[in-house]
């Protein structure tokens, strides 16, 4: 009798669990995309970034970025040749430096420019940080199909933002956002993010390929990882002016 | 044209008036044509109307739903033409080749509400399908450093970031922009009452419609400032309203003319019905038939509707009048007369319509101009089609209508009319000598005004003086310098420092041109960020250097709009104003940009650097220099050799002493000239003379001893466009136009003229009155300061084709009562009673046509009117003077034998 009172209560335990995974609040939802997407402790990665204009012109430039955390990022140009070594820091509370070399020269970039295009990318500022969406956006909406949560999500009271909405779809299985789609200040689609070639790298779920659209200019940006290092134990005086400007 | 239709029509009203339609022709030459067609229209009536209402039903709903109006100026030149060319590549290349502007005038545009405004506006405009992007206070590029030392590359007000802005934040924003070059009297009024915001438009865009909707989404948002839209799209989109408002109010205007005209001339409902309804399919044939064929309505062809009803009505008179010549022959108790009538009428219909015809088409084999040989396509097209329709589809629809005999008073004794032109005649034939002199110093005097003709384009000229658009332009100009783009192309790599110094020259060179306002370019940028790397808004001295600073640069609309993705040609762009004179400046700025050196090479200074290179870094710093001074004084006397001593004179050991010159510079203005500017300009002009990397031009470089043989050299070319460019490729070709289809014309009308009079002198005689009319129309457009634009060029041609007609059907009269025997003197006032009086009649109704388009919204078909009713009446009276004075003068044998044997007076 114990035993089968044991096995009824280890069922109904596990139905409750079932239930309570499937009822998962929307807002963890956003938080698993966040521990997904930002779960590497750091990376070293080569990006080959491909601008794509409407009329399918490529420019291809290179680039090492060191990422520690979410919230410190190094970023050296290597390609092309009259753009290699211009730098790019980012560090906590919106401080953000630029190095170039021909200057020989570190200045800090104003911290109100987030909405400013970086290099000549469909990325801004704003888009290269938030990878951290639940700090800034709660859901409005979530819906599941096909296996795909679709989140909207606004802006919480006393942030702001360049966007007025976004739509994310990530997968159900593994939190893992394959489409981001951005929404202007008069509620039209802007901007679209899709990750590509998601494989699963020393325990981390990575989109080798990121492509930005603005839908406005047809213009594109993709960032492909060429090369990659996770977890080395990157130290944060890498993280450092005096870093950026060797 | 209607000529020919109307009195086929007539014809057939009056055989059908005698019920002897079907078939008393004599059957030989044309008669016996005339028959075999009469008979062919007779027996397939049925299928005729029927084909002709499918025909009409069918254009009539192309004409609906595909008819489309195309006010872009560009499009009115070829693709081909160099000017329209670059303008097209430009709007590949930068995004967008065609401004809107708005304006927004308030007390203090700095007041927190009014920015919030002005954010609402360009985030409504960039919201908006055709744009391309928006420049305006709260969404323009700002380069500065901050308080900590950093560069801040961002928007000069963000409200995305600080939606709340204060009074207080609003007070230092004021002293900031105010303060700034860049966005004084470019962005911001001097006076800080009213701003700018920029519209670029898609290449894609349909100009007139998204200048539309950006003034109803503005208007939607209900503000209370005051609001002006400047710029060639809304000229454009007022244009479009205005031709739809003459094509509106003039069509009614014309038909209630016409139908005056007609009945006045028939007598009879049926009269006036049937010449209106014949010449309104013809309309929508015509019109149908070009939105079938995707050609728009355009300025010039606006006139179409209008001239096919308006000439329509002339020859109708011309032949009732005939007929009232001899009223017992037109209803006399036999067909015969009536045939005769006909088919004495047949050949000079065909041959009218054809010189009509061919006086049209001078306009295809004229012009340059895309519009202006449309205009000569569908014209003679609708000239055609009247024909096809006078002479089948009118004969077919009275041959079922029941015709009743009508009542004929037999006048007795000559009119009031026929009286007057008697007495002409006798005045003429008494002084025949001074009438042709006199006719000759009037031509003279009309030759004589031909230089003085104005050519003129400006899309600006169109409107009225107290249209909208003009106070717009005017507080846009008063402002912000003006309306109109101004585009110069540097091709080369952008990001090389000597192309970018050549950018910043050929800046401060239009700052200095009269007219000329808001020079932008990416060298303005590079130098604002290069003064906090380096101090001085000045160009770096190295590639490299402005490839880092561009890295901040990339991807801000501002720049994408004046260098090309590809960076291999960038953009230098400005405005400017209305009243100044275009010919002066765009011969100036090709002279600028034919003189600029494009071809440079690398050079290191040295201790031992030769002096041919200090000459130049001086002369080049001067001839800079020269601008910022002739920028706040245009009239300053003062040459590049004054400023040259001037900075030879604070040379020392190779180095230059930039701040002593330039305060000793500066003094070169009266200090009423000076502003707190000056300095720091002619400062930053005056850096590159003490660098050590140089760039130097070819004709320098190859004179030095140390030049390198098979150095790399740095190349670029300079063209410039802009719609003061293109108007005046538009003037050249109007003037072109002119004259080559008036030549093709006349030559076309002579042949007609003599297979018709079968005399190459009789031919040259009758040209004669209307060549009179050309020149004087000519000298009223010198004299009277009537511009050649886009419509008056059309009235030489359309006049001598129209007026032609008059010498027609003098000449043939006066021929047909000379062979007939009559003496000269006799025939000429026979003909003048008879043929004189119809011209009489037909001139007044030609007139009144005309001046229909008085009442027109456009300016240019305003002046079309009163010239081409004034020629009318000069032709007239030419006709009725000058012409026989000069058969009179002439020998009258010219007229054949032939013709004298089986002659008789008609």
Redesign the interface.
């Known amino acids: 009798m114990k035993r089968l009172s044991a096995v009824v209560l280890s069922f109904l335990l596990l139905c409750c669990c079932t239930v309570f995974a499937a009822a998962e609040s929307p807002e963890q939802v956003l938080k698993n995309i966040d521990a997904v997407v930002g779960a590497p402790k750091d990376q070293n990665v080569k990006l080959k970034i491909m601008l794509v204009?409407r009329a399918g012109?490529v420019?291809i430039r290179e680039m090492q970025q060191y990422q520690k955390g979410t919230e410190m990022r190094l970023a050296k140009f290597l390609s092309p040749a009259?753009?290699k070594g211009?730098g790019f820091l980012s560090l906590p509370n919106d401080v953000m430096y630029?190095y170039?070399?021909?200057?020989k020269?570190v200045?800090?970039?104003?911290s109100?420019?987030?909405?400013?295009?970086?290099?000549?990318?469909?990325f801004t500022y704003e888009d290269l940080q938030s990878f951290n969406m639940s700090e800034k956006w709660k859901v409005k909406n979530m819906t599941e199909k096909d296996g795909m949560y679709v989140l909207e999500l606004e802006l919480k009271e006393g942030k702001?933002?360049?966007y007025s909405k976004i739509v994310i779809t990530a997968r159900t299985d593994d939190n893992f956002p394959v489409k981001t789609e951005l929404f202007?200040?008069?509620g039209?689609a802007c901007k679209t993010l899709v990750r590509e070639n998601v494989e699963k790298i020393g325990g981390y779920l990575i989109a080798k390929s990121m492509t930005m659209e603005d839908l406005k200019?047809g213009h594109k940006t993709t960032m492909e990882i060429v090369e990659q290092k996770y977890d080395t134990g990157l130290s944060d005086d890498m993280f450092t002016e005096r870093f950026l400007a060797k | 044209m209607l000529y020919i239709g109307q009195n086929d029509r007539i014809d057939f009203l009056v055989i059908l008036n005698k019920k002897s339609y079907a078939g008393e022709f004599k059957r030989c030459g044309m008669n016996s044509f005339m028959h075999g067609f009469s008979r062919f229209v007779y027996k397939f009536r049925m299928p005729i109307l029927a084909v002709t209402a499918l025909i009409t039903v069918f254009l009539g709903y192309e004409l609906a739903t595909k008819i489309r109006i195309n006010t872009d100026i560009i499009s009115y030149l070829p693709d081909t033409d160099r000017a329209v060319a670059l303008s097209n590549e430009i709007g590949d290349s930068f995004g967008s080749n065609e401004l809107a502007l708005i304006v927004v005038e308030a007390d203090d545009i700095f007041n927190p509400e009014v920015i919030k405004h002005v954010d609402l506006i360009t985030?409504?405009l960039?919201?908006m399908e055709g744009i391309?992007s928006v420049t305006s206070l709260t969404d323009v590029m700002d380069i500065k450093e901050?308080a900590?030392?950093?560069?801040?590359?961002?928007?000069l007000i963000?409200m995305?970031?600080?939606?709340d802005i204060s009074r207080e934040s609003t007070a230092k924003l004021r002293e900031y922009t105010l303060a700034k070059k860049i966005y004084r009297g470019k962005v911001i009024s001097p006076d800080g009452r009213s701003t700018l915001i920029a519209a670029f438009l898609a290449q894609e865009a349909r100009k007139d419609t998204t200048a539309k909707n950006i003034k109803a989404a503005v208007k939607a948002l209900g503000l209370k400032e005051k609001i002006y839209f400047g710029g060639t799209p809304f000229m454009m989109q007022s244009l479009t309203e205005l031709m739809i408002n003459d094509l509106i109010r003039l069509v009614p205007i014309v038909t209630i003319l016409i139908v005056i005209t007609l009945f006045l001339s028939f007598g009879t409902i049926r009269g006036v019905l049937v010449p209106l309804v014949s010449v309104l399919i013809s309309n929508v044939w015509v019109l149908g038939f070009m939105a079938m064929c995707g050609v728009p309505m355009t300025v010039i062809s606006t006139v179409i509707p209008v001239l096919l009803i308006a000439i329509g009505t002339a020859p109708s008179i011309h032949i009732l009048s005939k007929f009232d010549e001899d009223p017992q022959k037109r209803y006399g108790s036999t067909g015969e007369e009536s045939v005769n009538a006909f088919s004495e009428v047949g050949l000079r219909v065909i041959l009218t319509s054809l010189t009509v015809i061919f006086g049209f088409t001078s306009f295809i084999f004229g012009s340059y101009l895309t519009m202006i040989r449309e205009f000569g396509i569908f014209m003679s097209i609708g000239v055609f089609f009247a024909l096809i329709i006078s002479v089948m589809v009118i004969p077919a629809v009275l041959s079922y209508v029941k015709v009743g005999e009508k009542k004929i008073s037999i006048r007795k004794g000559p009119t009031f009319a026929e009286r007057i032109l008697e007495k002409l005649g006798k005045f003429v034939i008494s002084y025949r000598v001074p009438v042709l002199v006199i006719s000759f110093i009037f031509a003279v005097v009309g030759l004589a005004g031909t230089p003085f003709i104005k050519r003129g384009f400006d899309m600006v000229d169109f409107f009225k003086a107290d249209h909208e658009v003009k106070a717009t332009n005017a507080a846009v100009q008063k402002n912000f310098g003006g309306t109109k783009p101004i585009q110069i192309v540097f091709r080369g790599d952008v990001?090389n420092p000597a192309l970018l110094r050549q950018m910043r020259k050929t800046d401060k060179y239009l700052e200095t041109v009269e007219g000329m306002a808001n020079p932008q370019s990416v060298s303005m940028m590079i130098a604002e960020m290069d003064d906090?790397?380096?101090g001085g808004r000045r160009i770096?001295d190295?590639?490299?250097?402005v490839?880092?600073?561009w890295?901040?640069l990339?991807?801000?609309d501002m720049v994408n709009r004046l260098v090309s993705?590809?960076l291999n040609s960038g953009l230098i762009q400005a405005v400017y104003g209305d009243g100044f004179n275009d010919a002066v400046m765009l011969s100036d700025l090709a002279a600028y940009c034919a003189g600029m050196d494009k071809e440079f090479y690398q050079y290191s200074r040295t201790n031992t650097t030769p002096a041919a290179v200090t000459d130049y870094l001086v002369a080049e710093a001067a001839s800079t220099a020269r601008f910022d001074l002739l920028k706040r004084d245009r009239k300053a006397a003062v040459s590049d050799a004054d400023v040259i001593t001037v900075l030879n004179r604070h040379m020392k050991g190779g180095k230059l002493d930039v701040k002593k010159a330039a305060v000793d510079i500066e003094a070169m203005l009266p200090a009423e000239k000076h502003d707190s500017f000056l300095v720091s300009d002619i400062t930053d002009d005056l850096l590159f003379v003490n660098d050590t990397e140089l760039y130097l031009p070819a004709r320098v470089y190859k004179t030095l001893p140390d030049a390198v043989e098979d150095a790399e050299p740095v190349r670029f070319e300079v063209e410039h466009t802009g719609l003061p460019l293109i108007y005046q490729h538009l003037n050249e070709s109007l003037l072109k136009s002119q004259v080559e289809s008036f030549i093709y014309a006349l030559i076309f009308i002579y042949v007609l003229f003599v297979i018709q009079l079968r005399s190459f002198k009789f031919g040259f005689i009758g040209l004669v009155p209307i060549v009179l009319t050309v020149f004087m129309m000519f000298g009223i457009m010198g004299f009277f300061g009537i511009q050649l634009d886009v419509a008056t060029v059309l009235c030489g041609s359309i006049a001598l084709g129209i007026g032609i007609d008059y010498a027609i059907h003098f000449s043939v009269r006066f021929k047909s009562y000379s062979v007939a025997g009559l003496p000269v003197k006799e025939a000429v006032l026979e003909t003048l009673r008879t043929t004189g009086k119809a011209i009489t009649i037909n001139v007044t109704a030609v007139t009144m046509g005309f001046f229909t388009m008085l009442f027109a919204g456009l300016v240019p078909l305003q002046h079309f009117a009163i010239l081409v009713a004034t020629a009318m009446i000069v032709s007239g009276t030419g006709t009725l003077t000058t012409l026989p004075a000069m058969l009179l003068k002439s020998n009258p044998k010219f007229l054949g034998k032939s013709d004298r044997k089986k002659g008789e007076i008609k």
Not at chain 2, 148 to 155: P, T
Not at chain 2, 542 to 545: D, I, P
């Open positions: 204009d012109k420019n009259d753009q211009i630029l170039q070399p021909a200057f020269k200045r800090a970039i104003a109100h420019v987030k909405n400013t295009k970086f290099a000549g990318t469909d702001t933002s360049d202007d200040r008069t039209k200019t | 985030k409504t960039k919201g391309s901050g900590d030392g950093s560069i801040e590359v961002g928007k963000d995305d970031s600080n939606p990001q906090i790397m380096e770096p190295s590639r490299e250097k490839v880092n600073l890295f901040m990339e991807g801000q993705p590809d």
